[in-house]
């Protein structure tokens, strides 16, 4: 059983920046996939960015792809998003997620998943 809390979101500016956090209980984080999902208003939840189990693979959404970038560092059970130029419609809540099979855009893929931040934009 694996538990995932995020952080480190907030309000920002168009163009501005953000960080989020994500630490997993347990000693066997390596093992998992890692995933970052987020939901708008009125909208079903969305694939952003995975990470693989070592960390050497990244895949992302074409709609982040250069703005956003996925880490991690399996010592700390901790994976991150950097949010760079951040734009009005980024704005929704922001999830992490973890994997026991492949790093996937699907989200019927993972099978723990944080209680969200909120991230929002303004104009």
């Known amino acids: 059983q694996v538990q995932l809390v995020e952080s480190g979101g907030g309000l920002v500016q168009a163009g501005g920046s953000l960080r989020l956090s994500c630490v997993a209980s347990g000693r066997a984080f390596s093992n998992y996939a890692m995933g970052w999902f987020r939901q708008a208003p009125g909208k079903e939840r969305e694939f952003v960015g995975t990470?693989?189990?070592?960390?050497?693979?990244?895949f992302y959404a074409d709609s982040v792809k250069g703005r956003f970038t996925i880490s991690r560092d399996n010592a700390k059970n901790t994976v991150s998003l950097q949010m760079n130029s951040l734009k009005f419609e980024d704005t929704a809540v922001y999830y992490c997620a973890a994997s026991s099979g492949l790093y996937s855009r699907r989200l019927h893929e993972y099978d723990y998943w944080g209680q969200g931040t909120q991230v929002t934009v303004s104009s």
């Open positions: 990470i693989s189990r070592g960390g050497g693979s990244t």
